[in-house]
Nanobody, 123 residues
């Protein structure tokens, strides 16, 4: 499975961005997908995950209702809508393809990773 993330950029605090992740290759809509992020000097951290059919989602506590994950299985694409962005959201965001159909949240539960898209939020 190959994953191509896009949609990152530079915004001011309070702004919004929509990240996209297109999957290709031996993909299957029967697997959960997720987003992680990694800030400079920090470990990669979980952001959000969505089940194979999109009916279940799970977010990291720091999201506090600001981010929304969704997917379109007809397009093999997963999205992350990010609103009310804060400077601490600055990071490289990675999409990932899970080994499982249900919600998972740890790095080891994901078998394929995109190249990352950079998000910079200025104050």
């Amino acid at each position: 499975v190959q994953l191509q993330a896009s949609g990152g950029g530079s915004v001011q605090a309070g702004g919004s961005l929509r990240l996209s992740c297109a999957a290709s290759g031996r993909t299957s809509s029967s697997y959960a997908m997720g987003w992680f992020r990694q800030a400079p000097g920090k470990e990669r951290e979980f952001v959000a995950s969505i089940s194979w059919n999109g009916r279940s989602t799970y977010y990291a506590s720091f999201m506090k209702g600001r981010f929304t994950i969704s997917r379109d299985n007809d397009k093999n694409t997963v999205y992350l809508q990010m609103n009310s962005l804060k400077p601490e959201d600055t990071a490289v965001y990675y999409c990932a393809h899970s080994r499982y159909s249900s919600i998972v949240t740890t790095v080891g539960d994901f078998g394929s990773w995109g190249q990352g898209t950079e998000v910079t939020v200025s104050s």
